[in-house]
């Protein structure tokens, strides 16, 4: 339709520097539910989406692969957009920056920046992060390491370009303060105003010449484009953007951006960096950037060397793509992070997915079946209590709620909006009770009305869902036999086909799961992959947790014994002493009598050592020893000298041994 209006929506493009994990890949599944909702209503949508492929951190991976770096983001980038396809994301356009058409405007644009005095030549020193390809200077370091990511850093110095990002920071500024609802959420806005843009924006170096793998700057040999002026002049480039100047009709139509969707951690270079580049570029700045929050495994942030990485695939081969796409934006708060779990997900699946939607449609179509053979019609045999009234009034409303969180980017709270539509069709059930009234041949109208109801709520229902869940609602919808409704009858009733049939077998939409038959499954996985069981992770897990907790324990006070000068130390005399026999003492639980060869002489000791060592134990040892105290009397033996151990603070004690006891003669001093 030529009326429709345009809707530009972006995905942050990918690091193609391996396989996404599910955290990355809730990001194209959160943008395809917007994309996917702005179409039902009516939109001309552009959803584009694609891969960053330069930089550093690519041409050393790709050299410790043993490939070139184009044979290395090939691979990648196929591999990213198989997940986006499995995921079954109905993106526009993907766009990779090794494209030829991008590299070309890339260094257009440039020059263009370079000729309008925005860029000049210059030098770079200073702390580099390969990870996330930016450069940081010494106070903007947390603990010598990078503040966005706590990766190491290395000093950098080399010649650069650099953009004069202070000539367009009062520009910015007043933009984002006229503008409220530019950066969302709003404490992401109040980060990038007090925390880069109040205290002065220092210039953004934006080449580099210390690797190869980049755009090369056409008229300065050795420079490649700064990996994120690169990067993100694709949401332009993508729809056909020429900075000459011949730009094409699809850039004219969609440009500006509605909707630029992207992680938190990257809300700095999408709010301060891009918009200047436009401003550079005298191109309009996108509608609204939004910083959505991250999706993190139960325990903490996704790691491989945690082994505690999901991968969507992996998912989706023991649930199915729709109910990944279910967990991921369901357990996605607005402005926190959220926390997906294995137990969570299999709750998740039998609560939500497999009773309160798979079992409604299921009883509803049986319900069909049994009672009229399939047949359903509207015989408008209403209560008289209001119960009718009243899941009407859900069934038209549910759209108009689902939309306004939508338009707020509460995209988890409009999920739930449809799926309380699916709880008021099962408590209508409740309410009503077929199975009571078909007992009764004079109710059968009624019967067939509350029928009619119920799949005339769950078709809009199901209409609504398939933004979230595409091929759920397919499927619901073909069962009972409908089409999606129209938009802009989603607000009221009676939209369910008259005189239509249900199909004669309904399927299990999700068949409940058993907790461990989901283990199993993942455990085989993990297994393939060579990881040890979840069971063996969490288990090493704890353990180096506990062992961390326990060296960063403060250490126990120890009692002192007053100080005593060197004259008092030197009157003691340390030996090495050979136990040459050694019997427990007959009055003593504690004490062993051992006959020390000093070398020169035997001597008679006593020592609390019985709790912790046997006689034979102590046999043939060569020990510490002081020599010259005086004798002591103890159980009636007397003692000539004092074997020396250490004692941990359970009372455990440990004797005092040379490290090399062949080596060292019984008698050999100590000192």
Known sequence: MADRKPYYITTAIAYASGKPHIGNTYEIILADAI?????????????????????????????????????????????????????????????????????????????????????????????????????????????????LDGCDVEPASEPAYFFRMSRYADRLIDYINTHPDFIQP?????????????????????????????????????????????????????????????????????????????????????????PIFLMSLDLPLPKQVFGHPWLLQSGGKMSKSKGNVIYADDLAEI???????????????????????????????????????????NRTI?????????????????????????????????????????????????????????????????????????????????????????????????????????????RILDQIHAEPVPFENLSRTGNYPAENRVTETPEILFQRLKMEDVMAKIDAQRKAAGLPSLAEAEAKEKAEAAAKEAAEAPKPALAHKPVCTYDDFAKCEFRVGEIVTCEAVKKSKKLLVSQVDLGDRTVQILSGLRPQYTPEMMKGRKVMVITNLAPRKMAGLESEGMILCAEAPDGTLSLMTPSDPETVPGGSEIG
């Open 35 to 147: 994309a996917r909702y702005k179409r039902l209503e009516g939109f001309d949508v552009h959803f584009q989406t694609g891969t960053d492929e330069h930089g550093q951190k690519i041409q050393d991976r790709a050299e410790a692969a043993g490939m070139t770096p184009k044979e290395y983001v090939d691979r990648t980038a196929g591999e990213i957009r198989r997940i986006w396809d499995l995921m079954n994301t109905s993106y526009d356009h993907f766009i990779r920056t090794t494209d030829e058409y991008h590299e070309k405007q890339i260094q257009k644009i440039f020059r263009k920046m370079y000729d309008k005095g925005d860029i000049y030549l210059g030098e770079y020193k200073g702390m580099y992060c390969k990870e996330c390809e930016s450069f940081y200077t010494e106070s903007q370091l947390v603990d010598g390491k990078c503040p």
């Open 186 to 274: 709003e404490s992401r806005k109040n980060e990038m105003m007090n925390n880069f843009l109040l205290p002065g924006l220092q210039d953004l170096c934006v080449s580099r010449t210390s690797f190869s793998w980049g755009v090369p700057i056409d008229f300065a040999p050795g420079h490649v484009a700064y990996v994120w002026l690169d990067a993100l002049c694709n949401y332009i480039t993508g729809l056909g953007y020429d900075a000459d100047g011949h730009s094409s009709d699809e850039f004219h139509k969609y440009w500006p951006a509605d909707l630029h969707l992207i992680g938190k951690d990257i809300i700095r270079f999408h709010t301060i960096y891009w």
């Open 319 to 361: 649930f199915n793509v729709d109910a990944v796409r279910y967990f991921c934006i369901h357990e996605m708060p607005f402005e926190n992070d959220g926390v997906i779990s294995y137990d969570l997900m299999v709750e998740r699946w039998n609560s939500e997915l497999a009773n309160t939607m798979g079992n409604l449609v």
């Open 366 to 474: 049986a319900m069909s079946n049994k009672y009229f053979g399939g047949a359903v019609s509207n015989r408008n045999v209403h209560d008289t209590e209001g119960i009718d009234k009243d899941l009407a009034a859900v069934t038209a409303s549910t759209a108009e709620r689902v939309t306004a969180k939508m338009d707020q980017l509460r995209v988890a709270d409009a999920l739930t909006e449809v799926f309380n539509l699916f709880k008021r069709c099962n408590k209508y059930i409740d309410e009503t009770e077929p199975w009571k009234l078909a007992k009764d041949p004079a109710a059968s109208d009624r019967l067939s009305t509350v029928l009619y109801n119920l799949l005339d709520s769950i078709q809009t229902g199901a209409t609504l869902l398939e933004a979230y869940m595409p091929e759920t609602s397919a």
